[in-house]
């Protein structure tokens, strides 16, 4: 279900105006202040016992938005400001590591793997071993030792997770049978923002080497499919699905706060920061027609569209 919403923007406790920089405790001061030295001692800081690190570790939050300039790093900010968690952005993104896991399994189905692949523990010696291989259990197995370490937090009481713009529906499921308890922000932006955004600085890697994005139907055609895909997820309890202009709105704020169960505070949403400093471009009329046109049934269903 799209997130309507519901609380207004004050509802929603900022902190007072402060000058950024100056006595900040900096965004991750609750996890420095989860460390503890005994009196008189020296060295590493001991993590706080009364934290469950196994609980944590199993409660991942990912962000997803359908393609690039869609707020996920707003997002990001908004989610890791309190302290409580860290969340990589888009981690080493030109070898999207979790794409390229998940398709590990995109040749299993009815007919793969054979019966070739399958061995009696009890007796190797009696079945064709060329091809056996563990179970699709331990596969995934590997694949959840995999991202908890690539994604391991610097400090263990942290909440972790990452926000990523390349992952799908596919990859929403993917997810959730690795991590059961994991909670997933889907994030979207009206495609023609997006698009303005995104052409003040084109030609950002899909998948190295093969598939980098210039043009705005190249563009247009990513966030439909990909923003279909989250409208279809929308009803799973544990995903949440988001406006970005409803996030930048603050109304949403305290829906996202109880979703992942963070501390969510308005705080990023009145401190820009800019990766890219030029601002967004105004199309012509002929690009947002073309935008507007390949994305319009899946935009209609998030409110995007002509009035």
């Keep these: ?6 609380q207004p923007r004050a509802a929603v406790t900022a902190p007072p105006a402060r000058d950024p920089c100056a006595g ?4 991750f001061a609750a996890a420095e202040a989860s460390t503890r030295r005994s009196p008189g001692t020296t060295g590493t800081p001991q993590a706080d016992p009364s934290a469950d690190a196994d609980d944590i570790v199993e409660r991942p939050v990912f962000v ?14 908004l989610l890791t400001a309190s302290g409580e968690a860290w969340l990589w952005g888009e ?23 054979t019966v070739d692949h399958e061995v009696d523990p009890e007796d190797p010696g009696s079945t064709w071993i060329a091809l056996m291989s563990p179970s699709r259990a ?16 610097p400090h263990p009481s942290l909440r972790w997770g990452c926000k990523e713009v390349r992952l799908g529906a596919p ?24 698009w303005s955004s995104f ?43 988001v406006r970005h202009e ?13 979703h992942v169960g963070l501390t969510v505070t308005a705080a990023p949403l009145d401190h820009v920061v800019r990766g890219i400093a030029e601002p967004a471009i105004d199309p012509s009329p002929d690009v947002v027609a073309l935008v507007r046109s390949r994305t319009a049934d899946v935009a209609a269903r998030f409110g995007y569209g002509d009035a």
């Excluded at 279900?1 to 519901?6: D, E, I, Q």
């Excluded at 959730?176 to 997006?194: G, K, N, S, Y």
Aim: proline share 10%; glycine share 6%.
């Design 1 to 6: 279900m799209l997130s309507r919403p519901t």
């Design 24 to 27: 900040h405790p900096g965004p």
């Design 64 to 77: 997803l938005a359908p393609t690039w300039r869609c707020g996920s790093t707003l997002m990001q900010r």
């Design 91 to 113: 981690p080493f993104d030109r070898a999207a590591p979790l794409l390229s896991l998940h398709e590990q399994l995109a040749p299993f189905g009815d007919d793969w793997p």
């Design 138 to 153: 331990q596969l995934l197995a590997a694949h959840r030792a995999f991202v908890r370490e690539l994604l391991r937090p």
């Design 171 to 194: 990859q929403v499921d993917w997810l959730l049978e690795l991590f059961p308890q994991a909670r997933i922000v889907l994030l979207v932006r009206d495609p023609v923002a997006a």
């Design 199 to 241: 052409a003040a600085n084109p030609g950002w890697w899909w998948r190295w080497p093969r598939e980098r994005v210039h043009d705005p139907t190249h563009f247009a055609d990513l966030w439909a499919r990909q923003a279909g895909g989250f409208h279809s997820l929308g009803t799973r309890p544990e995903c949440l699905l």
């Design 246 to 258: 409803d996030v930048v709105a603050g109304t949403v704020l305290d829906d996202l706060a109880g």
